[in-house]
């Protein structure tokens, strides 16, 4: 860059300097505050969207946080038909969303936004804001899990791959090859439908898979910085001073190659979360009785004018998936300048 | 260089075979007993004796072990005998043969689209760089590239072909573009061939333009980095000192060595549509692989999904093979290094 801007200094240096503030402090501060916002949410959803109030006076009773331990007498009840009920003297402090992401509400089905259904309801009456605050936490603990596997996966064969090389290298590399030659949908969606997870295991068991087939991204990127690393001088060093393979693999070589892997990883998350949300939207992910990004834009099926089912669940995703993709990009600066593009 | 080809092509045989065993094993292990699952769809529940379904057992291999299985697999695969869909009992050859063109004719058209736009965008990026135009080139994008190809192609049906948002008088359906298929249903074949050209144009409009726009961000990102390498390199200063205009510099200089990087993405983009028109054709409702495809797995018809999963794999390797092949062809350092070395 600044090579460049030497040899050919001209007017456009302003604009160049002025997108180079906007993506340092701007973009890359709305990118953080998006992803917290998405991991609040994630993290608290019951507090943003339940049928149950947080704390409850009700019959006689004082309920402290029943939207979280959701008690047996009170699960015949969602919001409305709590408050029907009300003895006088009873009294709630309901939750911002007073719906849950089960809630079916059969007096609006498929209904535009309103005061009631701030972002409409699906084809079963279920509140559409409420289900975009769960299916946050669908997507992230997916996204989470899926990358903390690829990368051990990843690092894991990629070290093995690159460190004893030989056929343990071809025959890793073959694997990684095979993996790419199946169209990554395509694949999940075979295992996903023979497996068939149900409840929260889905969320597991996408993960798991999702994992298990992405992780050569980062068994290469691996597999090139150890190849590369181990013939610089302190690995000989090491080497020569009487270390042995492991000793060298973990505190030598893993260390200098662990911040692009970090990078990754990032950008490994923000693809897992679209991943997910593609095979829920195709029907072969997160069953319909959790919520999911991908699963609500499906919802689009059942009435194509159904416009807030699109926008807002394909808007949820796109500003959490760029969100990660920008910080990626800036974590990527800030580690390692080589890498800039 | 056909030392360094013939290599590629004799590697994809152990890849072949990797892929099929995957495929084979994922639903082998699924379902130990297949034939019971086929039944519980296929006879309803009824009865069946015991004769008959050691028949079937028979007829399908299932009473061998599972390498002989798989070992058939692959000899039927390659004889191109690949037996029947369960759900029609049509043959399996011509289920394919009527699909297979259809997600090429996407894919092959996305992937024109995306070349003809993406090196233009790429070049007047780069050669404006730093510039007004750049950065909105830039970061628009970026944008592009995270959006996602289902939430994209669902809004383009919602608000473009639904009827709620915009209408075409001159159409007499609602919406602007039809909601299913690559073809009218009613009367296409009656039409004349320019006729049915512009038929299928105006269905596949919507699903090329999902499918293509991906391909089309991260070419253009590869073409500017491409052209702004090739900008710092010692000949085009030199060209610079000889006094050749700006534009001759651009144009007949950088753009020819700019642009190797992304001619040798085409084997790569390839099937990387193929993989996307899983999607596409889900959202517009097209018969073409990915249909066939996730209508098998949710059958399940295994066989079927085998033969699809093999044939993807295959389309997948070819673009590989075309991409190494181009880039043996444009960069002599490759074919020379790969001779000098054997």
Known sequence: MTAQALANPDKSKRWRRAADLLLSRGVMRGAAIVCTVVCVVALFAEFIASDLPFVLKFHGHLYLMPNLFNPPELRIFDARLL???????????????????????????????????????????????????????????????????????????????????????????????????????????????????????????????????????????????????????????????????????????????????????????????????ALSFLGFGIPDDMASWGGLLNGVRDDVQAWWLAVFPGGAMFLTVTAFNVLGEGVRDAVDPRLRT | MWRFLLKRLLLMIPTFIGVTLICFLILRLANAEPMSANLDIGLSGRQISRDALEHLRRLYDLDKPWYQQYFRLVRRLVSF???????????????????LPITLLLSTLSLVIAYLLAIPLGVLSA??????????????????????????????????????????????????????????????????????????????TLPIFTLSYGALASLSRYARLGILEALHQDYV?????????????????????????????????????IGGSVIVEQIFGIRGMGYVALEAIRLPDYPLVITIVAFTAIVTMVGVLISDFLYAVVDPRIRLGEEASS
Request: hydrophobic share 50%; net charge positive; proline share 5%.
């Open chain 2, 127 to 204: 050669a404006r760089r730093g510039s007004k135009s750049d950065t909105i080139t830039t970061v628009g994008l970026f944008l592009l590239y995270s959006l996602p190809s289902f939430w994209v192609g669902t809004m383009l049906l919602v608000f473009l072909a639904s009827g709620r948002f915009v209408n075409c008088p001159w159409i007499d359906a609602p919406g602007c573009f039809p909601l299913q298929g690559w073809h009218s249903f009613d009367g296409f074949d009656q039409l004349g061939f320019w006729a049915k050209c512009v038929d299928v144009g105006w269905h596949v």
């Open chain 1, 83 to 277: 408050i029907e009920h009300m003895n006088p003297g009873d009294w709630a402090i309901l939750p911002m969303v007073p719906w849950g992401y089960n809630t079916h509400d059969l007096n609006n089905v498929l209904a535009p936004p309103s005061a009631l259904h701030w972002l409409g309801t699906d084809a079963a009456g279920r509140d559409v804001l409420s289900r975009l605050v769960y299916g946050a936490r669908v997507s992230l603990t997916v996204g989470l899990l899926s990358v903390v596997l690829l990368v051990a996966i990843g690092m894991t064969l990629g070290t093995i791959a690159a460190y004893f090389g030989g056929w343990v290298d071809t025959l890793l590399m073959r694997i990684v090859e095979v993996v790419h030659s199946i169209p990554t949908i395509l694949l999940l969606v075979t295992i996903l439908a023979v497996v068939a997870p149900q409840g929260f295991s889905a969320v597991l068991a996408i993960a798991v898979v999702i994992g298990a087939v992405r992780w050569t991204d980062v068994a290469r990127l691996i597999r090139g910085e150890v190849l590369r690393v181990k013939t610089l001088d302190y690995v000989l060093a090491a080497r020569a001073a009487g270390a042995n393979s492991r000793r060298i693999i973990f505190q030598h070589v893993l260390p200098n190659a662990s911040s692009p892997v970090l990078v990754s990883a990032t950008f490994a998350l923000a693809a897992a979360i679209l991943i997910e949300g």
């Open chain 2, 237 to 273: 200063r030199t060209a610079r000192a000889k006094g050749l205009s700006e534009r001759v510099v651009l144009y007949k200089h950088a753009l020819r060595n700019g642009i190797i990087p992304i001619i040798t993405l085409l084997g790569l983009t390839l099937p990387y549509l």
């Open chain 2, 81 to 99: 005998d690949l037996g029947t869909r369960w759900q029609d009992g049509r043959p399996i050859s011509e289920v394919i043969g009527e699909a």
